[in-house]
C-alpha cells in the first residue's frame, strides 16, 4: 500500500489491490502507478466527484489528462477509487486550483 497527502493533508490510501483492479479495467494506466500518487498530491485542479468524491487532475500533454477520483473519509483518512485517462480537459465545479 501506498499513500498520497491531498491538497487538503489528508492521507489517500492506494491498496495494491485497488491498484491491480484499476489497470484490469483501465490497461492502458499499467506503467502510471507514481503518477497517479503524484496526480494526488500535486494536481493542477480538484474537481467535486459523484457523492462526496473528488477528481484529482494532471495534463499527461496535449489533449490527454490523468484523473484520479479518490474519497476523504475524515481528515485522517481517505482512498482511491479509480482512475482514468481523459482526452479532454476535465469540466465540473473546482474545488481547488493550483495557484
Known sequence: MEVAYSVNGIPIRLTYERWYHIIENHDDLASYFFEVLETIENPEFVIRGNKGTL???KSMGRD????VVYREKSKKDGFVITAYFLDEKPKGDIV???Q
Not at 490527454?64 to 484523473?67: S, Y
Open 55 to 57: 477528481k484529482a487532475t
Open 64 to 67: 490527454n489528462w490523468l484523473i
Open 96 to 98: 481547488w486550483q493550483r
